[in-house]
């Protein structure tokens, strides 16, 4: 069942008094494997929540770097809890260690086991106890009664092995090595429980040496109330990271339940939730997304025995909020299964949680998209309409990612507001009926009324200096003479990544391959550029053809590279096609962070009393929306008056507009920003206009949590898009000019770019298409690639440049 994703654990246990077993120091160990382990279980000590004491933490260092093998024992045995020795002929005995046996109830416990192996077998170590398993086993597992099976009321323990990385799986075969164990109680008190360990059938020792009996004391649990409350004072729903004053985090991450996930150091609850700690102190940052400020308070939480009741109080302040302004927040691209991160990829979390963390995050809109993995248990949850508890300024909608089956090979797709999540002819499946190219699948989801996409648009799009070089030095020597003259580059159909005579360092009138690579290498990463990439991964593939043919809507941005994300999606605009951009995290396969870290803002209308789903999805579609990290904004974009999605500027002849915006930046970042990108640092960001893709005019505005109002006075000399960015961090959709009722053409180089993006994508993927779907994806290729052809013929010769 998804509620079975993941459970708590406890604080790591603390180093015992006198009386505990000593551990032996085993003399004759090679110091940099012992090292390298140890080394692995700091960090995974780290990642649990766990750390090692400051001075402890300081004395393993000094002995790792000096591959310290004696040390490095001395250091880590005072802690262990299980002693195993495996004697030459692969039998284990186990011995309790001086670690003190201190269990946290509802909550999973590291405990260090030390393996002494003179084996040298590379097998899997596994640990088991009479007093642990499923409580429900056996005939209790349909009656769910004490009385069906006596033994569910001995079994109040869990144990398992932590072998995610950096541990292993395996024994490494070295004479010594150091493991974690996690053991959770679900009571509190004096509990016994005797844990066992082996390394497969008939391994033990004999006399029952490879278990030991073990006298835990198990800390009872505090259920800690929560009250939240939004900006304007009405209960809401929040994100909270708890820890104590040695930084360890509550609840434990290593075997949380859903909806609280192990690879996050936050929860979040709604008001009136509980959330189950230890008693101490505690300090608690609270917040609700990146438009609202970051608090910390500090949370005493008594011993049970005093039966107070606890609670949380967090009263939530925005340093910004764009619904004042018409603007509403989603992420088009999360996932409740399918990912490495869950424990069932085929299965995964429920709505509930989801919404859970939609809400938490403060995003009006959440799109749970279901992809291959998990499409077989997940697809359940679709409806034509959002999910039914979603609220006013809170949806949920659950849609598809067609990923992982069918056209995967030429870009994931995003399909927002489908009414039909079965493709004809797949019987509801995954397995058969899928196109294999993406423009019959677009336009599938348009002809329901869907907006269509493509999601994590720069993977693939990457370029690789050495092979575009060589591919355009190919393409434009003609005649094949080693080097590649001004006419061969003129009459090329791929553009050149710089001018001709900048490229052509020696002067010689001619342009050789050493060249073209070193041009190609300087602007691999500018913004825009006009190398070819590879076209051989899963993001915005097909998107010139698709665009080209009408039924792409949108090109993802926020969530990979942000430079071939933008600098794609300006090409195909330079060629005068309406595509938008919209902003996704795609959670928590690319990041695991929390929802929402790229995100879109859709206007609605600043009198919106619901958020209508439709509504917002076509706002994507019409580009009424800018792309954000949720930390940088920009309000009240408008040229001459109009703002972006809601028409064009059109002038008789070419002239002065007036671009102008409200924006705001957030003076702390303090959640980070989206993936592809660094946080931004210093007391200002650099607002830049752009027009073709070109940035004309900047202007540094002040990150102090206020709204500034800004503008622009800009000619256009002939048919332009222009828009206002923050780069990395928000990016407006465009507002078009149209001067003397032409069409936008704004570079030559834009098109050819496009048409070698084409043909590389189909020498990469074509292959890859059915034989039966083949013909059809080549002449819709090719038609595509005759449009943008005409497209070169009509344009300016280069990148336009504007006053």
Known sequence: MPHLFLALFALFAVTSAAGAADVPVIDDVEGQPLAANAERLVKALDFLGASLPEEAGKQLAKAIENKDAKKVQEVLDKRVLFAITINPEARLKVAKGPGDAILQQAGWT??????????????????????????????????????????????????????????????????????????????????????????????QDLGFRGETPVLFEVKPAVAVKVKITDFDGKPTTGRFLITDASGHIYPPQAKRLAPDLFFQRQVYRHDGGTILLPPGKFLVQYGRGPEYALKTTELLVPEPRERRTVTLEAKLERWINPADFGFFSGDHHIHAAGCAHYTNPTEGVLPEDMFLHVKGEGLNVGCCLTWGPCYDYQRKFFEAKPWQKSEPFTILKYDVEVSGFGSQALGHVCLLNLRDQTYPGSDGTKLKGWPTWTTPLMKWGKDQGAVTGYAHSANGLGVNPKEAAKRLFDALDANQDGS????????????????????????????????????TEKTANTLPNLNVPEMNGIGAQEVCVTTAM???????????????????????????????????????????????????????????????????????????????????????????????????????????????????????????????????????????????????????????????????????????????????????????????GKPIRASKASAKWCVGVIEQLWRVRGPGIKDTERAEAEKTFKKALDMYKKIADESADDLRKVD
């Open 110 to 203: 590291p405990v260090l086991v030390k393996v002494m192996n003179d084996s040298t077998v590379k097998k899997q170590l596994r640990v088991m106890s009479a007093q642990a398993g499923p409580v429900y086993s056996g005939p209790g597992q349909d009656a769910k009664g004490a009385k069906a099976d006596p033994k569910i009321v001995e079994r109040f323990l869990g144990a398992e092995l932590f072998i995610a990385p950096p541990m292993t799986d395996t024994l490494s075969g070295l004479k010594v090595e150091y493991a974690i164990v996690l053991l959770y109680s679900s009571e509190s008190g004096r509990r016994e429980a005797t844990i066992g360990f082996d390394i497969g059938q008939g391994n």
């Open 484 to 519: 590649i003259s001004p006419d061969e580059a003129r009459a090329g159909k791929l553009p050149l990544p710089e001018q001709f005579g900048t490229i052509d360092t020696n002067s010689d009138g001619k342009l050789s391959a050493a060249e073209l690579l070193k041009s």
């Open 550 to 740: 009408g039924v792409c809507d949108f090109i993802s941005a926020m969530d990979t590279a942000r430079t071939p994300e933008w600098n794609c999606w300006y090409h195909i605009m330079n060629c005068g096609f309406p595509l938008k951009a919209s902003g996704e995290t795609d959670f928590p396969c690319i990041s695991g962070s929390r929802v929402g870290q790229g995100r879109v803002y859709v206007q609605l209308g600043k009198k919106t009393d619901v958020v209508d789903y439709s509504a917002w999805c076509k706002g994507i579609a019409q580009g009424r929306s800018y792309v954000s990290d949720g930390y940088a904004h920009a309000l009240e974009f408008a040229v001459n008056g109009t703002s972006a999605g809601f028409g064009d500027v059109k002038l008789d002849a070419s002239g002065m507009v007036k671009v102008t915006a409200k924006v705001a930046f957030a003076k702390d970042v303090s959640l980070g920003t989206a993936p592809g990108a660094q946080a931004p640092t210093g007391p200002s960001r650099t607002l830049e206009l752009v027009v073709n893709g070109k940035v004309v005019q900047s202007k540094e505005i002040a990150a102090d949590d206020k709204v500034h109002d800004v503008s622009f006075d800009v000619n256009i000399s002939s048919s332009s898009w222009v828009a206002i960015r923050h780069f990395p961090q928000m990016h407006t959709n465009p507002v078009n000019v149209i001067v003397a």
